[in-house]
C-alpha cells in the first residue's frame, strides 16, 4: 500500500451527470448470488446496515431464485453495482473519477458457439487516474469482488486495465486474471480490509 496518495487532485465528474438506472426497490446486494471464489471473502451478517449482509432474496424459494437468475442484466445494471465502489486512496466513487465508465462494460455470451447457452462474460475495463497507480490492481479485484457477489453464477466477470492507461497494465491484468492468485490475494486480512472499506459505499 502506498503510504501517500498518489494523485492528490483526481479529475471529478458531478454525480448527478454520471447515467444511472438504480431502482429504488429490491435492488441487488453484496452476497446476493456469490458462489464462486469471492462467496466468503467478506463477511454476512444479518445486520441491514451492514453492506454485505445476506440479501432479501436468499430466503426465497428456488424458484424465484431461478426467475432472478434469468432477469435480464444490462450494461447500465453493471455499471450501477459498480460506479458507487469508493477508490482506495479518495473518498470518492470510482464513477465520479471515471476510473469505470459506462461505454467501457460489454456483456457478451460465454460460448458465442452455443447460442442457447445462458452463460454471460461482464467485462469491465478500468481506467486508473494516473499511468502508474499502484493501487490497479486493488481496484480491479474490489471491481470482481462486487459483481461476483452481486451477479447470478451463470456471469463471469472479467476486470482489466484499460490498453493505454497504466504503464504496467499488461502485469496488472495477469493478475486479476490468474484465479489461484487473485484467491490467494483474498487471503490477505489487510487487502480485504481495504476492499470492503471500498464496498461500504455501494448502493
Given at each position: 500500500?502506498?503510504?501517500?496518495?498518489q494523485?492528490?487532485?483526481?479529475?471529478?465528474l458531478?454525480?448527478?451527470?454520471?447515467?444511472?438506472?438504480?431502482?429504488?426497490?429490491?435492488?441487488r446486494?453484496s452476497?446476493a448470488y456469490?458462489?464462486?471464489i469471492?462467496?466468503?471473502?467478506?463477511?454476512?451478517?444479518t445486520?441491514?446496515?451492514?453492506?454485505f449482509?445476506?440479501s432479501?432474496?436468499s430466503s426465497?424459494?428456488?424458484?424465484?431464485?431461478?426467475?432472478?437468475?434469468?432477469?435480464?442484466?444490462?450494461e447500465q445494471?453493471?455499471?450501477?453495482?459498480?460506479?458507487?465502489i469508493?477508490?482506495?486512496?479518495?473518498?470518492?466513487?470510482?464513477?465520479?473519477?471515471?476510473?469505470?465508465?459506462?461505454?467501457?462494460?460489454?456483456?457478451?455470451?460465454?460460448?458465442?458457439?452455443?447460442?442457447?447457452?445462458?452463460?454471460?462474460?461482464?467485462?469491465?475495463?478500468?481506467?486508473?487516474?494516473i499511468?502508474?497507480?499502484?493501487?490497479?490492481?486493488?481496484?480491479?479485484l474490489?471491481?470482481?469482488?462486487?459483481?461476483?457477489?452481486?451477479?447470478?453464477?451463470?456471469?463471469?466477470v472479467?476486470?482489466?486495465?484499460?490498453?493505454?492507461?497504466?504503464?504496467?497494465?499488461?502485469?496488472?491484468?495477469?493478475?486479476?486474471?490468474?484465479k489461484?492468485?487473485?484467491?490467494?490475494?483474498l487471503?490477505?486480512?489487510?487487502?480485504?480490509?481495504?476492499?470492503?472499506?471500498?464496498?461500504?459505499?455501494?448502493?
Amino acid at each position: 500500500m502506498a503510504s501517500e496518495i498518489q494523485n492528490s487532485n483526481p479529475t471529478i465528474l458531478n454525480a448527478a451527470d454520471l447515467p444511472t438506472r438504480l431502482r429504488p426497490t429490491a435492488p441487488r446486494k453484496s452476497g446476493a448470488y456469490g458462489t464462486g471464489i469471492f462467496t466468503s471473502a467478506l463477511p454476512s451478517a444479518t445486520n441491514p446496515n451492514d453492506p454485505f449482509s445476506s440479501s432479501p432474496y436468499s430466503s426465497e424459494t428456488s424458484g424465484s431464485e431461478d426467475e432472478l437468475m434469468e432477469e435480464p442484466i444490462d450494461e447500465q445494471e453493471i455499471y450501477d453495482l459498480i460506479s458507487t465502489i469508493s477508490d482506495p486512496e479518495h473518498p470518492i466513487s470510482l464513477g465520479a473519477l471515471a476510473v469505470v465508465s459506462l461505454p467501457d462494460i460489454s456483456i457478451k455470451p460465454s460460448l458465442p458457439n452455443v447460442p442457447e447457452s445462458p452463460l454471460r462474460t461482464v467485462t469491465v475495463l478500468i481506467t486508473p487516474t494516473i499511468t502508474h497507480c499502484s493501487l490497479a490492481t486493488v481496484i480491479g479485484l474490489g471491481v470482481r469482488v462486487r459483481l461476483e457477489q452481486s451477479l447470478p453464477p451463470r456471469f463471469r466477470v472479467d476486470a482489466r486495465i484499460k490498453e493505454g492507461t497504466h504503464s504496467t497494465a499488461d502485469e496488472v491484468n495477469k493478475q486479476l486474471a490468474d484465479k489461484e492468485r487473485v484467491a490467494a490475494a483474498l487471503e490477505n486480512g489487510t487487502l480485504m480490509g481495504v476492499i470492503a472499506k471500498m464496498l461500504e459505499t455501494c448502493q
